[in-house]
């Protein structure tokens, strides 16, 4: 039958099970997060207005959950159930929806971060991230068509170079905040730090090894239309560990870190506004105080 392999003795079935209920507490956390925010727009506006921040993350929170219930691995063609949706095509074109999305959430908030700390460099570096990760998902459409793991690692290192400006930007407004605001920031950029050592350590080398393993047995990549129609049509089920081993990890993170980040983000509209109470600026001898707080002489 097609549930013989959900036993607790099978690894992936375990693993599955955990992408089940990492996404469904994703998506309940996200309902309660919209609710809030849509009560806090009916009371400052007398009318209910979606935020632009929860669209986005709505966008990257479904699109995870879709892909939790139907994993696949795109370059390999491997996948849990046999079914379309499992396919390359469906699944890499929500994922790259998803994935702009995240990144513009980022943006935006760096960016909105920047007007209220008045921060040139962070405004301009909020502006950065997106076209590199525009970049980054054409060398995934790249490697997942011609099944060459290059495109793979030159994506990974693209969103390394984008979080790595992220976090600059993020330092930069360390300085500019006092008390919550600042450990937020600077738990943010622990957190990214974590990201970017596992992206160097681990998942780009892994790529760069798929690649020079495949040179070495002299694979034949496809082309660019015959990989369209395989990415389309070929999928192969399968429940072997050995199979899945290497996309456990990145993808467990990133069903579940990586969503909590986003909601992160999409909080940010729930605190916006008492943000520039906390906002630093030099006292008369070079101390830094809060915004609206006397200084003491």
């Known amino acids: 039958m097609i549930t013989d392999w959900i036993t607790f003795s099978n690894p992936v ?31 400052q506006f007398g009318i209910v207005r979606v935020e632009l921040l929860a669209f986005l993350g709505a966008a990257y ?3 995870c959950a879709f892909r939790s219930i139907l994993p696949r691995a795109d370059v390999q063609r491997i996948c849990l159930f046999d079914t379309w949706l499992s396919s390359v ?42 076209p590199l990760i525009v970049v980054a998902e054409c060398c995934s459409w790249y490697a997942v068509i011609t099944t060459n793991y290059l495109g793979n690692a030159i994506e990974n290192s693209l969103w390394a170079l984008a979080f790595l400006l ?9 300085f500019e905040f006092c008390g919550w605001v ?5 738990s943010a950029v622990v957190g990214i730090s974590g990201y970017l050592a596992f992206l160097g350590l681990v998942d780009v080398p892994m790529y760069i090894g798929r690649w020079q393993t495949d040179i070495a047995n002299g694979k034949e990549l496809l082309g660019i239309f015959s990989g ?33 980040a986003s909601l992160a983000l999409c909080g940010f509209g729930l605190v916006r506004d008492r943000l ?8 008369r001898w070079g101390h830094s105080r809060l915004i609206g707080q006397s200084s003491r002489g």
């Open 13 to 43: 079935a375990v693993w599955w099970g955990f992408l089940l209920v990492v996404s469904t507490v994703n998506i309940a956390l996200f309902v309660f997060l919209h609710s809030r925010l849509r009560a806090q727009a009916l009371l």
């Open 61 to 63: 929170v479904f699109g």
């Open 89 to 130: 095509a469906v699944g890499r074109t929500v994922a790259t929806l998803a994935e702009i999305c995240f990144v513009i959430q980022w943006a935006i908030v760096l960016r909105q971060l920047a007007e209220i700390a008045e921060a040139r460099v962070v405004r301009r570096l909020s502006i950065a991230v997106v």
């Open 166 to 174: 992220i976090a600059t930007a993020l330092l930069r407004l360390a």
């Open 182 to 186: 600042k450990l937020v920031i600077v």
């Open 228 to 260: 369209l129609r395989e990415v389309s049509t070929h999928w192969a089920v399968t429940h072997d560990i050995s199979h899945w081993g290497d996309e456990i990890a990145w993808m467990s993170l990133y069903f579940s870190v990586a969503v909590w």
């Open 276 to 283: 520039p109470s906390y906002r630093r600026v030099a006292g």
